[in-house]
C-alpha cells in the first residue's frame, strides 16, 4: 500500500538536527530514514545525512496526523500505523 497526502494528512510539529560534519557541494548526500515510534496520533523519524562515508547530520522530527478542516490532531488509523511499522528502526 502506498502513502498518499491525500489520503495521509500530516504536519510537522517539531524538528531539531545536529551538525556532525560538513557537507559539500557537488558530493552526493545519502539521507537514510526511519521510524522511531509510533503513537496514537503522532510518529517519531529519525535522519542521518551521509557524505563519503561519514555521518555529517542527524536529526528527529515529530509528525502529527492532522485534520486540516478540523484543525486539530486525529488518531493515525491502523492500517497507517502498520505502514509505519514497516519503517521501524530495527538496531
Known sequence: ME??????????AHSDYDFMGQLYFNHDVEVRTWITKI??????????????????????????????????????PEDKRELLAEHMYKP
Do not use: M
Not at 502513502?3 to 510537522?12: G, W
Not at 536529526?59 to 484543525?71: I, K, L, P, R
Open 39 to 76: 503513537g496514537t496520533k503522532s510518529f517519531n523519524v529519525y535522519h542521518e545525512a551521509w557524505q563519503q562515508d561519514r555521518l555529517c547530520v542527524k536529526g528527529n522530527a515529530v509528525v502529527v496526523h492532522y485534520d486540516f478542516n478540523a484543525e486539530n490532531s486525529v488518531p493515525i
Open 3 to 12: 502513502i498518499r497526502r491525500e489520503a495521509f494528512p500530516l504536519i510537522l
